[in-house]
């Protein structure tokens, strides 16, 4: 090992043996209960505003998704129009529209499967979300009565 290693070695020693330190104090010290709640309601406050915007987009998506299916149902209607015209088959006169109407009812269908998987996977998401905000609002709402900061109705005796 060279001169210029053990200096490297040795602070880096001492930097990691600070840094265990550090976070062996933090692990030990308490967390004033105050503290601890001013974090979770910030904590609760992003979940909420994150729960809000993945409604809205959630809102936004199911709109697509029903404005595709419109879509689809319309064409499918044609398809079923233009089929119905003759028992022997679409008309000669009629096939040329009835195949631009066939293939955009073909291009559409993936369209509409990729938009219900899209709102699907974000549903779960939001649902996530919103589970773990509802969570932590209520250990929050537990913790600030537990200390005394919040009053708890339940707990009161009834007014003789």
């Given at each position: 090992m060279g001169l210029r290693a053990?200096?490297?070695?040795?602070?880096?020693?001492?930097?990691?043996?600070?840094?265990?330190?550090?976070v062996i104090i933090d692990l030990v010290t308490p967390i004033p209960p105050r503290e601890h709640l001013?974090?979770?309601?910030?904590?609760?406050a992003q979940l909420r505003m994150a729960a809000d915007s993945c409604r809205s987009a959630l809102e936004e998506e199911e709109a697509a998704l029903l404005t595709a299916s419109a879509r689809l149902d319309s064409l499918?209607?044609?398809?079923?129009?233009?089929?119905?015209?003759?028992?022997?088959?679409?008309?000669a006169d009629s096939y040329e529209v009835y195949l631009e109407v066939f293939n955009a009812f073909n291009r559409?269908?993936?369209v509409q499967e990729a938009l219900g998987d899209t709102l699907q996977a974000h549903w779960q998401a939001c649902l996530e979300i919103t589970e773990r905000h509802n969570a932590l609002a209520d250990s929050a709402r537990a913790m600030a009565e537990e200390a005394g900061l919040l009053d708890n109705p339940a707990a009161r005796e009834p007014a003789p």
């Open positions: 053990k200096p490297f070695l040795i602070m880096f020693t001492i930097s990691a043996l600070l840094f265990v330190a550090i001013r974090a979770l309601r910030q904590e609760v499918r209607q044609s398809i079923n129009y233009y089929e119905s015209l003759d028992p022997r088959g679409v008309p559409g269908v993936p």
